[in-house]
């Protein structure tokens, strides 16, 4: 059984090499990576974050979201309350994929139905 890297996780102080065994990303947290490259203040800090993202995608399969994800998106909806929908679309996937979520963010780490690690930025 692998691991999905919550975003969190990813921009923190963990490098994707990192991460001994089998991992994935959500393509939501390919989304907010894309989101942080283009709202970059410096050409320093956008070719910063280039660079990790350059490095995740040839490190791990950026799990698409399907049918099988929304069914679980919606029921941590439901379960969940008011999350950020970025979050619940991550945990979705992990919970869909069966992965352990790998998080730096406590509320999404106490997420109902999500088997998950927390750990320090």
Do not use: C, K
């Amino acid at each position: 059984m692998g691991s999905l890297i919550d975003t969190s996780v990813l921009v923190g102080a963990h490098a994707p090499e990192d991460f001994a065994e089998e991992w994935a990303v959500s393509v939501v947290s390919v989304g907010e990576l894309e989101a942080g490259i283009l709202i970059a203040h410096d050409n320093t800090t956008r070719a910063r974050r280039l660079a990790l993202l350059a490095a995740v995608l040839a490190e791990a399969p950026a799990l698409p979201v399907d049918r099988h994800i929304a069914a679980r998106y919606g029921e941590l909806r439901a379960s969940a309350g008011r999350r950020p929908s970025n979050d619940l679309w991550i945990a979705a996937t992990a919970l869909a994929h069966d992965l352990t979520l790998v998080t730096a963010d406590e509320r999404q780490a106490a997420l109902p139905l999500v088997r998950a690690t927390l750990i320090d930025r």
